[in-house]
């Protein structure tokens, strides 16, 4: 890393990477994991120190992501993350000023250790050798436990710390291999509510996947590639004709093509299609179709040519003056534009190997992406020992792509152990994964009483505008505010979002709104007086109502309700410099929110502590 005139030691981002910070949200986490199972359940405490001994070593991982005039860069996180056992669904978005700062994050539960990566750091081959080191210095901690020697660090040789951005070291001008935007097809169905998510695992005999393989006379990822394509033109298209074809986004290691040793990111994404015509196709054609694209597109020459097409767009120079968030908008809408071009995503990352000193001690690894709002189902594949694990990640109430898939495998004499996280239903699930499920009755009564709290308080404003200000009508506009802000939470709600910031914004929003129409309107007092107060009532029930909601991932409001809690000290201010001269309503809201905030700090007990420590870095 370089050091900034601060001291700071930094560096840029690599051609991949830029553009991840810039199209991330959270619909669209560019959030993976890598697992590892163990034989014996993980100890937190353990597992932290593995971490805080081994970080230190991964310069690719000591990050923080800040934004500059023109690019997004890293730079150096002198913090340390914690671990937590894992309460949420798989891949959620990583938001860049929480978490330490971190754009990684590591949690555990049973026997698994989980490594989830914001994809700007690295990619699958570097996350998979961080986790690799992490679990091996957490297993030579636990066999030394009760000696009360500490044993010597050793990180794998074959494991380097490059850090260097290969795409830009290995371009040179040639032929630009631009990348499709014709629409693909593109899966439907009913989506699970909030943000539950659908994990189903396939555990493959790797000897019988082979054999299959080698009887169609093309590789595991062509053959998995294929089966895929046939599961979906059976299951979705049922057999006819389709005027999208399927196309598979399969990401390749570049480094076996460029004998490159970084850490950072070095893949290309390449497109597999098939376009069915309405005739009978047979899976030998599917086989067929999907084995010569690969042969053309993953050739060196082919990734030269992507190679030259990413890098060649950094180095120009208008593009390089342009200011970042002219970037951000044109950059969103060409990945919105490519990746119409995409049914899902096959990621194979191909055999993880154990050192022989553990391998007994390790059960197995898992891969899986996150899904988005364009592809809601993806496919993450890794091997290990004699295994192939096979893992969707979807959002759909129903498996039935799945089930086609692995059915299909069936037929060729491969057999699947499945394993589920229990969505949509217990089917599988092996209690591998915490049980986050709604009940969805009780949140249809919660968000019947919410809308009725709101009702009241509109009817309330309404009535005090009549009683008080009957010459004016400023209760329509806050009536007005108050159902704009219902019918967000439900739309945003729906839409798998987190609401605890926006309703941070908008409550600050309301208050100079409320003071500006108060202003323009002669200034009676009523913005202070009830406006902002108000306001922050109804930003204190629905965080609230959000918690209650989302029970299992509570603590990702905390900071909001210390911020709302602040807040509604405001008035009080006001009421002690005179500007206030109604103060009933703002000490009613200051104990509500202190009380609410209290209730929260003795029902979350430790986990409180925890998130402090957290946040604070204390």
């Known amino acids: 890393m370089k050091r900034s005139p601060q001291g700071e030691r930094w560096r840029k981002l690599d051609n991949t990477a830029k553009l991840f910070p810039v199209i991330a949200n959270e619909n669209l986490s560019n959030v993976f994991r890598i697992s590892a199972s163990l034989t014996e359940e993980v100890d937190p405490g353990t597992l932290q120190q593995a971490l805080e ?52 994050r590591v949690s555990y539960f049973g026997r698994r250790i989980n490594l989830e990566v914001f994809h700007a750091v690295t990619d699958g081959l570097g996350a998979v ?42 371009y040179k001008k040639t032929v630009k291999r631009k990348y499709s935007s014709r629409m693909a097809y593109n899966l439907t169905g009913e989506r699970l509510p909030l943000d539950e998510e659908n994990i189903l695992h396939g555990y493959i005999p790797l000897k019988e996947l082979k054999a299959a393989s080698r009887a169609y006379g093309v590789s595991i990822t062509k053959f998995l590639t294929a089966s895929l394509i046939w599961a979906i033109y059976q299951e979705y298209l049922e057999g006819k004709a389709s005027d999208k074809a399927i196309g598979i986004s399969i990401p390749i290691n570049l480094r076996s093509f460029f004998g490159s040793e970084t850490m950072a990111n070095f893949f290309a994404v390449t497109l597999v299609e098939f376009l069915s015509t309405g005739e009978e196709h047979t899976f030998e054609e599917i086989v067929n179709a999907v084995s010569s694209q690969m042969d053309l597109k993953i050739t060196r020459e082919k990734m030269e040519e992507t190679i030259s097409y990413n890098v060649s767009n950094e180095k120009k120079w208008y593009l390089r003056i342009t200011p970042l968030f002219i970037k951000w908008c044109v950059l969103n809408l060409v990945f919105l534009r490519n990746d119409k071009s ?108 919410f809308y009725g709290l709101m009702f009241l308080v509109a009817a309330v404003l309404g009535l005090v505008n009549y009683l008080v200000y009957p010459g004016s009508l400023w209760s329509v506009i806050a009536i007005d505010l108050v159902a704009y802000a219902v019918l967000t939470i439900r739309y945003s709600i729906l839409r798998h979002s987190n609401l605890a910031g926006k309703i941070l914004v908008q409550t600050m929003a309301a208050g100079v709104l409320w003071v500006m129409i108060d202003y323009s309107m002669g200034y009676s007092g009523w913005s202070v007086n009830y406006g902002i107060p108000g306001t922050i009532l109804f930003a204190d029930l629905a965080v609230v109502f959000l918690i209650l909601v989302n029970r299992m991932n509570w603590q990702s409001y905390f900071m909001y309700q210390i911020s709302i809690t602040v807040f509604s000290f405001i008035p009080l201010v006001l009421w002690a410099t005179g500007l206030l001269t109604r103060p009933l309503l703002a000490v009613v809201t200051m104990v509500v929110t202190v009380a609410i905030l209290a209730v929260t700090i003795v029902l979350g007990d430790r986990s409180v502590k925890t998130e402090l420590k957290r946040r604070f870095h204390v």
């Open 53 to 104: 001994e081994i970080l230190p070593q991964f310069e690719s991982f000591l990050v923080r992501l800040r934004r500059g005039f023109f690019w997004y860069y890293f730079e150096n996180n002198k913090r340390m993350p914690v671990i937590e056992r894992e309460t949420t669904y798989p891949c959620k978005y990583i938001d860049p000023r929480s978490n330490q700062l971190f754009l990684f």
């Open 342 to 449: 995409y049914t899902m995503t096959l990621s194979n990352i191909g055999p993880i190997e154990i050192d022989e000193e553990y391998r007994e001690e390790i059960e197995r690894f898992h891969m899986m992406i996150g899904v988005s709002g364009r592809q809601p189902m993806k496919c993450g594949v890794c091997a290990c020992k004699d295994e192939v694990v096979i893992t969707f990640s979807s959002v759909f109430q129903d498996t039935r792509l799945q089930d086609r898939f692995f059915g299909f495998l069936k037929e060729n004499g491969i057999p699947a152990e499945l394993e589920s996280n229990g969505v949509p239903d217990k089917r599988d699930d092996n209690g591998m994964y915490p049980q986050i499920r709604y009940d969805r009755e009780k949140f249809k009564k919660l968000a019947n009483i």
């Open 129 to 170: 050798n961080f986790l690799k080191a992490l679990v091996y210095r957490y297993l030579d901690l636990k066999r030394n436990s009760g000696t009360g020697r500490k044993p010597s660090q050793k990180i794998s040789s074959d494991i380097s710390m490059n850090v260097e951005d290969s795409y830009v070291r290995h």
